[in-house]
């Protein structure tokens, strides 16, 4: 009896290390990683509490962070976002998977827009090396099927 039990308390104890080692596997999978596009570094996620602090943290790396929002506060994923240059070269065409965009461009005046189900905002910035740019685009919320049928 005594071996059967200690069989059972090491199968028990070796099926909870390799659960622990899947769990802490999947966290690290679910990182955000930068991506590269044309040469333009960028990132973007931050949904949920734990995506966000690694992006807070992995963000201060780059020179422009955007963030997305409707008015009443709550985040916004799936933005597409378009940037292009003075001359009006596109640099970087991406869609955000979450509220936070970073990217990292060389210094100088670019033209940001984004766009969330069909309706753009755009803003002009100004990209330093000395420092984190940092840009919120916000949307009304969409009205209610209800609100519309009067």
């Known amino acids: 009896m005594n071996i059967r039990k200690g069989v059972i308390i090491g199968l028990c104890s070796l099926v909870a290390g390799l659960g622990q080692i899947s769990v802490a ?19 973007s ?17 780059y020179d422009l962070k955007l963030i997305f929002a409707d008015t009443t506060g709550h ?3 799936d933005v597409a976002v378009e940037i292009t240059d003075e001359r009006g070269h596109q640099v970087l065409a991406e869609v955000s998977q979450g509220p936070w965009f970073f990217a990292n461009l060389p210094a100088g ?4 827009r984004a766009t ?6 755009e803003q002009i910035v100004y990209v330093s090396p000395r420092h984190q740019t940092r840009l919120a685009f916000s949307w009304a919320e ?6 519309r049928e009067e």
Not at 45 to 61: A, D, F, V
Not at 142 to 147: D, G, I, N, P, V
């Open 116 to 121: 969330n189900q069909g309706s753009a905002r």
């Open 75 to 77: 985040y916004l994923s």
């Open 142 to 147: 969409l009205e209610s099927h209800f609100a």
């Open 109 to 112: 005046r670019y033209r940001v």
């Open 45 to 61: 996620g931050g949904i949920g509490e734990e995506e966000q602090e690694t992006l807070s943290e992995l963000g201060r790396n």
């Open 25 to 43: 596997g999947a966290r690290f999978s679910d990182q955000p990683e930068g991506s590269t596009a044309a040469g333009i570094t960028y990132m």
